[in-house]
């Protein structure tokens, strides 16, 4: 998977194992991301719908929630990976960009990123192939990046991995259906299904996913957009519509206290860090007022994010700042009947110590 802020890769095992204790069939990540959530309810059976506004996300959950591999012609698709990944390459849109402008690429794979995208347009947009393809691509320009994971900037002197060659490789696609929305959650909410299962992980500051992730944005589009500043970002991240409503912290709370109050499900699952801008005692109380019958608040000491052992820069690379603390605590919120409750509950601490060896520390809150 592509790297990504606000990544839950350590605890997936234990919201996976939730999901069992209560026994859902179905379930909906409503802030997808790059859907390792999603897959992980799929891979355990549960029929998943992977929900986000990014378009990046939609690509990435048509192909490991929406597609089925039962039905892929996996010999079919590795020759056509095989095939892309001779493509010629050639300077282009993102090699002018994030290449010689910036410096999120260097320039041979820029080109090979250009070349391998625009015969993915021009051959496979609107057939079953097009989502895990550029899959492949996103995920292949992922590993020779130069950046600490978001797209806000980028390293000052070429990371190691920028160096190796783009290589296309098979996603690891998944057994099973699903089903992908695209859309503000605002809009999007009342549409999505009814389901065993919500799992709920909203922005938790100011930071925008669109601004974080805007090289994946223009990747997936192929709209070669005006941008500006050392980052080239697209224009239109400055716009009012490509903005949420959970990056304010004026508008946040009660955004997120309206979408726990219409979303259809017997259990919700909300994942936050204490760094928010809602308080646990707020966000329990959202959720009592939805309707659940119980809440439970379990904490996980959490690593923060590597920008934070950087410290703060200025623009030309200068250290200007002092690193505050490096870890933070992870809260996982649980509503429902008060038995499913206490069984995910039950479920995530046993997850956390595997063969005698505690994988992440949890404590009730």
């Not at 939609?58 to 089925?68: E, F, M, N, P, Q």
């Not at 957009?225 to 400055?238: M, N, S």
């Not at 956390?352 to 994988?359: A, E, L, N, Q």
Request: charged share 25%; glycine share 8%.
């Amino acid at each position: 998977m592509i790297k990504y802020l606000g990544s839950k890769r350590l605890l997936v095992p234990t919201l996976g194992a939730m999901a069992d204790a209560v026994g859902a069939r179905t379930a909906v990540d409503l802030f997808s991301g790059t859907t390792r959530v999603a897959q992980e309810f799929k891979r355990r059976g549960l029929y998943t719908t992977a929900s986000d506004r990014a378009t990046y996300t939609g690509v990435l959950a048509g192909c490991y929630i929406a597609t089925d591999a039962r039905t892929t012609d996996r010999a079919k698709l590795a020759a056509i990976l095989a095939d892309l990944q001779g493509t010629t390459p050639a300077r282009g849109y993102v090699t002018a960009t994030f290449c010689e402008q910036a410096r999120y690429f260097q320039p041979k794979n820029g080109m090979r990123i250009d070349a391998i995208r625009q015969r993915i347009e021009d051959e496979y947009a609107g057939t079953g192939w097009y989502s895990i393809l550029l899959t492949s691509l996103m995920e292949a320009a992922d590993r020779v990046d130069s950046t600490t994971g978001i797209q806000m900037a980028y390293l000052k002197s070429w990371a190691r991995r920028s160096g190796r060659d783009l290589e296309l490789r098979l996603p690891a696609l998944l057994d099973g259906p699903g089903a992908v929305v695209v859309g503000d959650v605002m809009d999007t909410v009342d549409t999505l299904p009814a389901a065993d299962l919500y799992y709920v992980d909203p922005p938790y500051n100011q930071h925008r996913y669109y601004a974080n992730y805007h090289v994946w944005e223009t990747l997936v589009r192929w709209d070669e957009p005006e941008h500006y500043g050392v980052a080239c970002k697209r224009v239109d991240v400055r716009d009012e519509d490509t903005r949420s409503v959970f990056n304010s912290k004026r508008t946040m709370p009660a955004a997120l206290a309206e979408v726990l109050s219409r979303v259809r499900a017997e259990v919700v699952i909300v994942s936050y860090n204490d760094e928010s801008w809602i308080t646990a005692e707020d966000m329990e109380a959202s959720l009592r007022e939805a309707g659940h019958e119980e809440v439970a608040v379990l904490g996980f000491d959490s690593k923060r994010y590597v920008g934070a052992s950087i410290g703060i820069h200025s623009p030309t690379g200068q250290k200007v700042g002092t690193v505050s603390h490096l870890r933070n605590t992870e809260l996982v919120f649980i509503a429902g009947p008060r038995e499913r409750v206490e069984a995910a509950r039950m479920a995530a601490r046993a997850t956390t110590t595997i063969g005698g060896v505690r994988r992440n520390r949890v404590h009730t809150v």
